[in-house]
């Protein structure tokens, strides 16, 4: 025993002794522990053609995703032994392209004091020298919550099956010095170097209301430093799970190194909260000689401000693709099913298809988009012409599939006049849509898509817009309307989210991918994101239909629509 931790210790002492580059993480808390073996059942509507999961269980945050040897590495947590959490050990896929993904053993399990009561979420790094590095979130023998490292046995294999963890573990923990929550202290995010060379982190936390991120600082990556104060807090948000932090150009598509500081970027944190299970992000400036963030001013730091997506997405990640130089967004779906029917079925959770982030013209927000290599599963091309679509319009689109499908669809509005007066009192676009769903006629909209729809329209979900006016401008709401998606009592929420997009001089596109139970909207041209999990009865497979309505009573112009059935995706 003395020898092997000997080994180990120089192990580690070798693998480091060139630093590090680069670090990645998220993370999601369940806290009732359960191990249940499930029978999956034969008939499965709802499993996703193109969207990652695996052929059985529970899944719910991405881990660690990089890039390494041309390979596209996903970790993520997983429980082998039944469709509810627990047992959760670090699964592992590659990928050449983030569509077709192959399986590979676990690559973290509990197996130390500071990670045998669970191995949360964590963080992939790649070193100098393209040596990656994993730093994740361990249940120790105590029930705290420490942080840990673990890094390759074999850097010549590209799929990176076998992981060594450091002797030192955990390298971050909780004492009665540090006043650190043990409950409360998870999800280390991608580090970054600061001017004085020395890496920094920030792990999720909480004082009573105050949700925070702990600023940690090393030299070597193994011996951490706390630093005074937290990199940010927020009053009243509660406990801040998975943080995310990094620089997005203020111009262009491209991603650029998690370290990399100064005028021509500006910096997002990204929290997910705990009591709400939305991930929220502001954008600001780094101070790195204070090593505090600074949210631009205006910037809303509650769940009513921006969101990644507003609809069922959480426990997201980026990274920086290295391979096509962009940040790409990685995310858990989670099931919007009763937990006997996740057991019935044999599985529970899905990943959205990864996104590509950038920052707005406006400097106020994020778009994204899909990535595109997700295109070369179009098959089976229809486009409609340009057409009017006059009040009470229900239009069907064939010649797809329309249960696996991604549909582009832009309007042109040339009319306002019967457009609603927005109430000031509408502020919240959730409760709004709710109010106003696609049944609700209106002035100018409700108009978009009818998908996962049954002939007769029984069940359908409704992705549309509609325009308000309002006091200086009109005002364009977007919606995702599940209260008709199924038969079945499932969660049906609707989500919404006000779009800023001016219909006054600019097309209103929306992009809908749809994957049996998964319909992901992209509106403005990836400006608001919304992604539902539903559970049709009848508009399954080969009996899903897909159409085009206005139930307002202005006419809108349809200046395009492409359609494309999506072959499925070797996901093993």
Not at 287 to 293: A, E, Q, T
Request: charged residues 20%.
């Amino acid at each position: 025993m003395a020898n092997s931790c000997v080994g180990l210790f120089l192990f580690f002492a070798l693998f480091l002794s060139h630093g590090i580059v680069e670090l990645e993480a998220s993370h999601h808390v369940y806290r009732n522990l359960q191990t249940v073996q499930s029978a999956a059942s034969t008939d499965q509507p709802y499993r996703t053609g193109f969207h990652f999961q695996p052929p059985k269980n529970w899944i719910n945050d991405p881990n660690g995703v990089m890039v390494y040897k041309g390979l596209y590495h996903l970790f993520y947590q997983y429980n082998p032994k039944g469709a509810v959490w627990g047992n959760i050990v670090w699964a592992h896929s590659t990928s050449k392209d983030l569509v077709n993904w192959t399986p590979h053993e676990p690559a973290i399990f509990p197996s130390q004091p500071s990670d045998i009561n669970g191995c949360w979420s964590g963080s992939s790094t790649i070193l100098p020298g393209g040596k990656p590095a994993m730093l994740y979130t361990g249940i120790d023998t105590k029930n705290s919550q420490v942080q840990n490292l673990a890094v390759p046995k074999n850097l010549s294999d590209p799929y990176l099956r076998e992981w060594v963890k450091s002797p030192k573990n955990p390298l971050m923990q909780p004492t009665a010095q540090n006043q650190i929550n043990a409950s409360s202290f998870r999800d280390p995010t991608t580090a970054w170097l600061g001017p004085d060379k020395k890496w920094r982190v920030i792990i999720g936390s909480k004082i009573d209301r105050q949700g925070l991120v702990i600023l940690y600082k090393s030299k070597d990556f193994v011996n951490w430093v706390q630093a005074p104060m937290p990199l940010h807090s927020a009053k009243d948000t509660g406990m801040w799970e998975c943080p995310d932090f990094y620089p997005v150009p203020v111009s262009g598509k491209n991603g650029v190194d998690t370290s990399l500081n100064g005028p021509y970027v500006k910096h997002v944190l990204k929290i997910s909260l705990d009591d709400t299970k939305h991930d929220l992000y502001t954008i600001g400036s780094y101070d790195s000689l204070k090593d505090i963030y600074i949210p631009d001013k205006g910037s809303v730091e509650n769940d009513s401000g921006l969101r990644y997506d507003y609809g069922k997405y959480y426990a997201s990640k980026t990274f920086l693709d290295s391979i096509k130089n962009r940040r790409i967004l990685c995310g858990w779906l989670n099931e919007s099913s009763s937990v006997a029917d996740d057991i019935k079925k044999g599985w529970a959770g899905v990943h959205a298809i990864p996104r590509q982030v950038w920052l707005d013209k406006s400097g106020k927000q994020l778009i994204q988009w899909p990535v595109a290599e997700i295109q070369k599963l179009r098959t089976n091309h229809v486009s409609l012409p340009s057409r009017l679509l006059k009040g009470g319009s229900v239009v069907e689109v064939s010649g797809v599939t329309a249960s696996q499908a991604d549909v582009d669809i832009s309007y042109k509005i040339s009319d306002f006049e019967k457009a609603e007066v927005l109430n000031p009192s509408w502020t919240n676009p959730q409760l709004l849509c709710s109010q106003k769903g696609a049944s609700v006629k209106g002035g100018v909209g409700p108009f978009g898509l009818l998908v996962l729809a049954s002939k007769g329209l029984t069940e359908n979900t409704a992705v549309f817009f509609r325009i308000f006016k309002g006091q200086n401008k009109y005002v364009v709401l977007m919606c995702s309307d599940q209260s008709r998606s199924s038969l079945k009592a499932n969660d049906k929420t609707t989500y919404g989210a006000f779009l800023d997009v001016d219909p006054l001089h600019q097309s209103l596109s929306l992009r809908s991918l749809i994957d049996h139970s998964i319909v992901e909207s992209f509106g403005g041209g990836g400006k608001a994101c919304m992604s539902a999990r539903v559970y049709p009865t009848l508009a399954i497979n080969n009996a899903a239909h897909l159409y085009v309505f206005n139930n307002g009573s202005e006419a809108v112009e349809i200046s395009k629509l492409n359609a494309w059935s999506m072959k499925k995706a070797i996901i093993n």
